[in-house]
């Protein structure tokens, strides 16, 4: 079965097509990055404008590059939740525009699920059920993943996402946005240890988490360091705030696993990029005896080949909708 996949939340307008939710035929991206970098950060308004500029285009593209036509499309997929809603709505306006000019069913995805679902085109034995965190720019879970679409949260942050945090604490130290490669890169040049930042818990739920204060802890340093002329040592700021951002995240999904008896955890989304989360959870799941999967890099941001992916299992479960499916800005990933 070969879908069309649509995703458009955020800051890329990326388009699929996917055989058998496993298989990427085509995976076609405008990233709009440049532009939003100007601005410290993505602004909807711009980023709307974008996605209806490239949608059209970037759909011949990914029939082309998949030496598909049209009419050997069988659904269409497309993020609908969650994300900034202008830049969901382009997605979806147009998704349904091709779903019913092609006359083949409409599947709406949660953009965290196909996050996750990004896994299964990289590890063909990846079945669940798994536990997966799901660490992005707008979301930080840790879910259950029971069955391709039966999940529960098991563990989310309070306030900020990790992503959040990794692009407002590169911000301070001067560096380009989105700052979580670049933040990435400093921190590999320092073994850290050098400035005390908080891990902070939530009370009467060990699997969840709050960055805000991590967040506050790495302005106000930058910020007093200014004021009294002080030369921050960058790098070590880089390497112990990933390391705090880490400790936050592995030994709960750890937990999580011990709770439920799943023995094998699946990481998802942008931050499942950063080289020191990573090299925590194959050192954390090697000594748990749990099996881990990690995503290529070029899988860990947003694509349309994982909306492709979790697409297909959505329809295979019928979950397809009408015409007047609705995007949503915050939709919970159990919905
Ligand atoms: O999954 P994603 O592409 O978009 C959302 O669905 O939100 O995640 C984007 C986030 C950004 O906050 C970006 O700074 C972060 O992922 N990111 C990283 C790394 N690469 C991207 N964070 C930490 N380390 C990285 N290497």
């Known amino acids: 079965m070969k879908i069309l996949a649509f995703e458009s939340s955020c800051d890329e307008t990326a388009v699929a097509v996917v055989e058998d939710g496993r298989t990427i035929l085509s995976d076609a991206i405008a990233s709009q990055v440049d532009i939003h970098a100007v601005y410290g950060g993505v602004v909807p308004e711009i980023a709307s404008r974008k996605h209806v500029e490239a949608i059209a285009a970037l759909t011949e593209k990914a029939l082309k590059d998949a030496n598909c036509t049209r009419q050997e499309i069988d659904a269409v997929a497309v993020t609908y939740a969650p994300g900034l809603i202008g830049a969901v709505l382009v997605g979806l306006s147009f998704a349904k525009s091709v779903a019913y000019a092609l006359q083949v069913p409409l599947i709406p995805v949660h953009h965290i699920r196909g996050h996750i679902a990004a896994n299964y085109l990289a590890f063909p034995e990846l079945e669940p059920p798994f536990l997966a965190l799901a660490i992005s720019g707008g979301n930080t879970l840790i879910v259950d993943v029971r069955d391709y679409t039966d999940m529960e949260i098991l563990g989310?942050?309070?306030?900020?996402?990790?992503?959040?945090?990794?692009?407002?604490?590169?911000?301070?130290?001067?560096?380009?946005?989105?700052?979580?490669?670049?933040?990435?890169?400093?921190?590999?040049?320092?073994?850290?240890?050098?400035?005390?930042?908080?891990?902070?818990?939530?009370?009467?739920?060990?699997?969840?988490?709050?960055?805000?204060?991590?967040?506050?802890?790495?302005?106000?340093?930058?910020?007093?360091?200014?004021?009294?002329?002080?030369?921050?040592?960058?790098?070590?700021?880089?390497?112990?705030?990933?390391?705090?951002?880490?400790?936050?995240?592995?030994?709960?999904?750890?937990?999580?696993?011990?709770?439920?008896?799943?023995?094998?955890?699946?990481?998802?989304?942008?931050?499942?990029?950063?080289?020191?989360?990573?090299?925590?959870?194959?050192?954390?799941?090697?000594?748990?005896?749990?099996?881990?999967?990690?995503?290529?890099?070029?899988?860990?941001?947003?694509?349309?080949?994982?909306?492709?992916?979790?697409?297909?299992?959505?329809?295979?479960?019928?979950?397809?909708?009408?015409?007047?499916?609705?995007?949503?800005?915050?939709?919970?990933?159990?919905?």
């Open 156 to 335: 989310a942050t309070r306030d900020d996402a990790a992503g959040e945090c990794f692009d407002k604490a590169a911000r301070v130290l001067g560096l380009s946005y989105p700052g979580g490669k670049p933040m990435d890169e400093l921190a590999q040049r320092s073994r850290g240890g050098v400035y005390q930042l908080p891990n902070s818990k939530v009370d009467g739920a060990p699997l969840d988490m709050s960055f805000s204060g991590l967040k506050t802890a790495v302005v106000n340093l930058a910020h007093h360091a200014k004021q009294v002329g002080q030369e921050l040592d960058a790098p070590a700021l880089a390497r112990d705030f990933t390391q705090a951002v880490s400790d936050t995240l592995v030994p709960r999904a750890m937990l999580a696993a011990q709770q439920t008896g799943r023995k094998v955890i699946v990481a998802a989304g942008g931050v499942a990029a950063n080289s020191i989360i990573r090299g925590d959870l194959e050192r954390q799941c090697a000594r748990a005896g749990y099996r881990l999967y990690l995503p290529p890099l070029r899988l860990c941001g947003d694509n349309g080949a994982m909306i492709g992916a979790q697409g297909y299992y959505e329809y295979l479960a019928g979950h397809t909708a009408a015409m007047d499916l609705n995007a949503y800005a915050t939709r919970d990933i159990t919905d």
